[in-house]
């Protein structure tokens, strides 16, 4: 008994701090910017460290790093579409919003996931789901400020991330992706950033390197094997002494470390409004976990 609460209690702190590290990154991200890196090299730039890194640790641990047939082009439609497009559009939303309110409207993915089962797949919505929906749209609203330069180009970008990622979701959930190891999983994910991020740095003539400073390029390399393998590391091991439910509610420590720290460390100002908003977006992820839940039961019980 006392092992298997150690063990969960392991699995909190594993995925707290994995939740943690992630918060860490629209700080990292516009700190880098101010340097003189834009935001389109520097996807590239962390995309190719981290292929790097996961390259060989998939080598180390004897995974595989090529993919084949129809993995391959679900590898190339998952990454690229939707983990790639992510990326540029969170990290484009840095610019114009601070960076809690980024991070926060970029978590209305677990509600535009559960639309699409609804609308697409037809599964049934719950109280708690529909409950985190209208909690979605509320904090949006709180959040969106017509009236300043830029913000709503930044709520559009930042929920746009949201909207590809679930497609990401969406799509794994669906393919074989799913069971591909970590690290294979990790090198395809990035090259999928590096496509996208590269393609859009090209055709808009926006890949620069030579505002860099050894600050900024410092920090780029601090930031990735954080983000890219220590926190992906953590959050695996909370998932597999936690649970993905106490995993998955624990993430919303995400877009609470981002907002404190844009406070703390960027001095970007939250009125009550935008705080109240990102309140009620973790409260709509923690309401589609409990929805999802409760819905797995009533499935169990049925076929019981």
Request: with cysteine; aromatic share 8%.
């Given at each position: ?60 641990n004897r995974q595989p790093i090529l993919l084949k ?155 990735v094997p954080l983000q890219s393998v220590l926190a ?10 936690s649970g993905s439910t106490a995993a998955s509610l ?55």
């Open positions: 008994m006392n092992d298997a609460r150690s063990m969960k209690l392991k699995g909190v702190l594993f995925s707290v701090l994995s939740a943690v590290i992630f918060g860490t990154s629209p700080i990292f991200f516009k700190t880098i910017v101010a340097t003189g890196i834009n935001t389109t090299t520097q996807v590239v730039l962390r995309s190719i460290v981290t292929m790097v890194l996961a390259g060989v640790l998939a080598v180390v047939g129809r993995l391959l082009v679900d590898a190339l439609m998952a990454f690229v579409a939707g983990q790639g497009v992510t990326a540029i559009l969170l990290n484009s939303s840095y610019a114009y919003l601070p960076a809690g309110m980024s991070t926060s409207l970029h978590f209305v993915y677990p509600s535009v996931v559960m639309i699409a089962c609804v609308a697409l797949f037809r599964e049934k919505i719950n109280l708690p789901k529909l409950a985190a929906l209208l909690l979605s749209v509320v904090a949006i609203a709180l959040m969106t400020d017509l009236s300043a330069h830029g913000q709503l180009i930044g709520v559009i970008l930042a929920v746009g991330s949201g909207c590809s990622y679930a497609f990401y979701i969406l799509y794994l959930e669906r393919t074989q992706l799913r069971d591909i190891p970590v690290w294979t999983f990790a090198f395809w994910s990035s090259l999928g950033c590096l496509v996208a991020a590269g393609g859009l740095g090209l055709s808009t003539n926006t890949l620069d390197v030579s505002g860099a400073t050894v600050k900024g390029i410092s920090l780029l390399m601090v930031m992906v590391r953590l959050f695996q091991l909370g998932v597999r002494y624990l993430s919303t420590m995400e877009p609470v470390t981002s907002t404190i720290l844009g406070m703390l460390i960027l001095h970007e100002a939250m009125d009550a409004k935008k705080l109240i908003g990102c309140v009620a977006i973790v409260l709509s992820v923690i309401l589609v976990v409990f929805g999802a839940q409760r819905g797995e039961k009533e499935i169990a019980v049925v076929e019981s």
